[in-house]
């Protein structure tokens, strides 16, 4: 387009030199030469402006042709990778400004986006927890073990990540699906032996529609009480769970990744208000919790010890959460959000000196709220960030990453040799603090405090055969040291982008230190107090364009 530019200025330059020159030099007293110059430089003049003319019509075509080449679908190999329209030099040269991902491809009228990244993990404990990218906290081994007297080292790939997003409006409609899957599926005994055959797992899997200010999401999901950096959103991106490497998330954050139907209401750009109907499960945690002695086996398949997937449910869990958004003092973010949910346990026995079955339920909730806020905001890349969270309640134990039991059960008696049972929730909580900061648009970090704690439920088993009746429940005298008090966890994360190109990807090294303590309800004599773990991640990672 210049070009075209430039050639119109010369041919128009050229042309009134021309006409300049063309006529002789008329006389002060020749008047008919004179008028007759004139008439020929108008008429120069106006054959110049139409040859103008032309040229700025045939500039605006090719504009339009320009365009519209550049809107229309672009091809893709086997592979899935579009055909670069760039040279690899230009590239480079554009590296930092926003384009599309390079690997995106057209079906029809929706756009198709992979992503992910491959991950080369490497990870040190200073005990054998047996674990490898994902950390068991409410199992640390204790001193008195043989396992805490071992470290462990791996080396895995298995938390590489891939996903696929597509996207399209239809109308009024705007339609976003999710699929994302990684490595951490249930692998075989001997995975380590020789090929390290890791198992593929199904992280999430949803689709999304937006239709004015209404949304509704359905599909395997972050739930509604997992912490967020911008409103209800449920992509990975927009959730506030730190810059952990751990595949165990950590302590202290509350979530699930679970069935669910949500909707939401977007009052504006800055509320929004959601409901959720979200996949239930009736949850005592491993080793934790003691049943009464003659309803054991009865309760055994009714209650999900971390072994019985096919526990039985009432419905579903209901969960609902406001959550607030803006930008000021230029262009810091606050979000806030607030929230509360349901739960039902229900169990079923014949009593003792009965003969028909007997059915006891208890309904528990909690609530839950996050804030995050720039306290500082500034150029090269340079912010420091507060964020928190946490959830109190009654019976919200499985949503505490998996760290406290939903409920124990109680024996009632009836008579003097009849007994009953009935669900007692157990109440629990947890709580994240922490710093966001960075110097420099590739170099982030972040610390943070986290920490579960429940509440002790025990009392005494009348259905003992014992002369001496024990206690049960959660917490009790002489309870298993798996039955934990209090969990908690400092950590350290430092994630460095050492190179970044929207077109080819960035390459990334992800660390993580932790410290960990976790605290029974019960310490028999002479055992120690708490377990204690030291671990650290250093990961080497190439993230897809």
Do not use: C
């Amino acid at each position: 387009m210049r070009l075209l530019q430039r050639m119109s200025f010369l041919l128009l330059a050229t042309g009134l030199a021309l006409g300049q020159t063309s006529a002789p030099a008329a006389g002060p007293d020749d008047s008919t030469t004179v008028a007759s110059e004139l008439k020929a430089l108008r008429q120069a003049i106006a054959a110049q402006q139409q040859q103008i003319a032309e040229q700025q019509a045939q500039i605006e075509k090719l504009q339009k042709q320009t365009a519209d080449s550049s809107s229309a679908p672009r091809l893709v190999d086997a592979n899935l990778k579009v055909a670069a329209p760039v040279t690899a030099s230009a590239a480079m040269q554009d590296e930092g400004k926003g384009k599309e991902s390079p690997l995106s491809f057209r079906i029809g009228a929706a756009e198709f986006t992979p992503g992910g990244f491959v991950d080369f993990e490497n990870v040190f404990r200073s005990t054998n927890t047996g674990n490898v990218t994902a950390t068991s906290y409410g199992a640390i081994p204790f001193s008195n073990t043989v396992q805490g007297h071992l470290t462990e080292y791996r080396s895995t790939g298995q938390y590489s990540r891939f996903n696929i997003k597509t996207h399209a409006k239809f109308g009024e409609n705007d339609i976003t699906g999710y699929i994302e899957f990684d490595f951490n599926g249930n692998d075989a005994a001997n995975v380590f032996v020789t090929s390290n055959p890791h198992t593929d797992r199904l992280r999430l899997y949803w689709l999304d529609l937006k239709r004015h200010k209404w949304e509704f999401l359905a599909g395997q999901i972050w739930g509604l009480q997992t912490p967020n950096r911008v409103g209800v959103s449920p992509n990975p991106a927009d959730l506030s769970l730190g810059y952990h490497e751990d595949a165990g998330i950590g302590v202290g954050y509350n979530y699930t990744r679970a069935g669910a139907f949500r909707a939401a209401y977007h009052f504006n750009d800055h509320w929004v208000w959601a409901i959720e109907a979200q996949n239930p499960q009736q949850f005592v945690a491993a080793g934790e919790v003691i049943f009464p002695f003659a309803f054991n086996a009865a309760l055994g398949v009714q209650l999900d010890a971390a072994n019985n997937a096919g526990a039985p449910n009432v419905g579903p869990d209901i969960i609902t959460k406001v959550a607030y958004d803006t930008d000021f003092g230029g262009g810091r973010h606050f979000h806030w959000e607030g929230g509360g949910l349901e739960s039902t346990v229900k169990i079923t026995a014949v009593p003792v000196g009965g003969t028909t079955f007997s059915s006891h339920s208890a309904v528990g909730g909690g609530i839950f709220g996050d804030i995050l806020v720039d306290l500082f905001k500034g150029s090269q890349g340079r912010h420091l960030r507060f964020v928190a969270q946490g959830m109190w309640g009654d019976g919200v134990g499985r949503y505490l990453n998996g760290l406290a039991p939903q409920t124990v059960v109680r024996a009632i008696q009836t008579g003097p040799t009849t007994f009953d049972v009935k669900p007692s929730l157990v109440h629990s909580g947890d709580v994240v603090l922490g710093f966001e900061f960075g110097f420099h648009p590739k170099t982030q970090f972040g610390a943070y405090y986290g920490g579960a704690y429940a509440e002790r439920n025990s009392f005494i088993d009348p259905t003992s055969p014992l002369v001496i009746k024990p206690t049960i429940g959660f917490g009790g005298v002489n309870s298993p040291n798996s039955a934990n008090r209090a969990i908690q966890e400092g950590t350290f994360d430092w994630t460095q982008t050492f190179w970044k190109n929207p077109q080819y990807g960035a390459v990334q090294m992800v660390t993580q230190f932790s410290y960990v303590t976790r605290a029974p309800w019960f310490v028999a004599a002479g055992a120690p107090k708490n377990a204690h773990l030291g671990m650290s991640y250093v990961s080497l990672r190439y993230v897809l364009p």
